[in-house]
């Protein structure tokens, strides 16, 4: 590979995942696509053997020695980029000095990945810095692992794959047990809506690994690996040996993997109307069986469904906040988001950030060093 020891630029697109919630660590399905928004890092070299990161977002520059691999500890932002240096380092990887300019138009803790952009820009960026590579599923495998040792959210591979091997124009169907992907056209006929609720989520709070712990004693009590490992028409039975939570835990993640195969089946005829019925079916089990949605999602997703020229809406990402997101038919768009900030502002009293998206590619270096498109 061409020495890239220049300066250079990497964007890193957020993700919205359209079916497909909390299934990834059970080893299910999910549906996400890269959108257009995200994070864009300015690299340039430096003489010596640190590297100091600024954001935009404000706050201190972070800066990293990178004498010898980081250890998990920090408490801010920067505790992203350790994690991916020091799975760098482990390869074997001499990481040179480097000074990277973050710069984002994508809403932090919207729901949207802002986390795994960082992740994979930053790792994209030391594949150029040092002339290596890796294979797009082994890039997202190493960020998915920075994000569980260095921010403690026991995150599946979702964010990270959508954010590493997304492509133009199509949404990702990933199997997260055997991480076979399938690349799904999206028409031209439709559009991609999200609404920020202005809820702040912080998925390292706890409430995203209590789930995670609760399908894994359900998982146990029922001698399976996963909750993966069960059929909508063996719900009952499953039900009848789990206590609550546990049992409505068990039953969003069998249901919603079957929405994801409906949602797919449905897009694929064009059939949005049947899609539309598959997110609001996934909104409400987020809601009332997996319990990590809130007020202001539940009101916009209420809301904007009685729009005209929207096919459904569901919350986004991992709940407790964030954002929804709504497949709308295409000529009507503006209209659409114009309808729908109105009708959320009225809902909530107050001002709701919303915008239009497209499926984008993953990330990728956009201005010098080598070209290194995702797959």
């Known amino acids: 590979m061409t020495d890239a020891r220049h300066r250079f630029t990497v964007f890193a697109p957020g993700r919205v995942n359209l079916i497909g919630e909390h299934t990834d660590y059970n080893d299910g399905l999910v549906l996400p696509l890269a959108i257009d928004r995200g994070l864009t890092i300015?690299?340039?070299?430096?003489?010596?053997s640190r590297a100091i990161l600024t954001s935009d977002r404000g706050g201190s520059a972070v800066e990293i020695d990178l004498a010898s691999?980081?250890?998990?500890g920090r408490g801010d932002w920067g505790r992203y980029a350790e994690g991916v240096l020091a799975g760098c380092m482990r390869l074997g990887w001499t990481i040179p000095g480097f000074e990277a300019a973050i710069t984002a138009d994508l809403p932090m803790g919207g729901g949207l990945s802002s986390s795994a952009a960082l992740e994979v820009g930053m790792a994209t960026a030391l594949e150029a810095l040092c002339g290596r590579s890796l294979p797009p599923a082994e890039k997202a495998l190493l960020c998915q692992r920075a994000e569980h040792e260095f921010a403690g959210v026991p995150c599946g591979i979702m964010d990270q794959f959508a954010v590493t091997l997304a492509r133009e124009g199509h949404a990702l169907l990933l199997d997260c047990r055997d991480r076979e992907i399938r690349h799904v056209p999206l028409a031209d006929s439709v559009a991609v809506m999200v609404i920020d609720s202005g809820v702040k989520h912080a998925l390292a709070d706890g409430g995203y690994a209590a789930r995670r712990r609760e399908c894994e004693s359900a998982a146990g009590r029922l001698g399976v690996a996963a909750r993966r490992d069960g059929a909508a028409a063996d719900l009952p039975a499953a039900e009848r040996r789990l206590p609550d939570p546990e049992r409505r835990r068990c039953r969003h993640v069998v249901t919603e993997n079957a929405r994801v195969l409906a949602f797919a089946a449905a897009a694929a005829k064009g059939d949005?109307?049947?899609?539309?019925?598959a997110m609001r079916e996934s909104h409400a089990s987020l809601r009332d069986d997996f319990e990590v949605s809130c007020r202001e999602l539940d009101l916009i997703c209420a809301a904007v469904d009685g729009i005209e020229g929207v096919h459904g809406c569901r919350m986004t990402g991992g709940g407790f906040g964030g954002s929804a997101v709504a497949v709308v038919e295409?000529?009507?768009?503006?209209?659409?988001?114009?309808?729908?900030r109105a009708r959320c502002r009225a809902a909530l009293g107050g001002e709701v950030g919303g915008f239009l998206t497209r499926a984008a590619a993953g990330a990728r270096i956009i201005a010098g060093g080598p070209s290194q498109g995702s797959a």
């Open 69 to 72: 691999p980081p250890v998990a």
């Open 42 to 48: 300015a690299v340039r070299p430096r003489g010596d």
């Open 272 to 277: 949005w109307r049947a899609a539309g019925h």
């Open 330 to 340: 295409a000529p009507r768009a503006d209209a659409v988001l114009a309808a729908a």
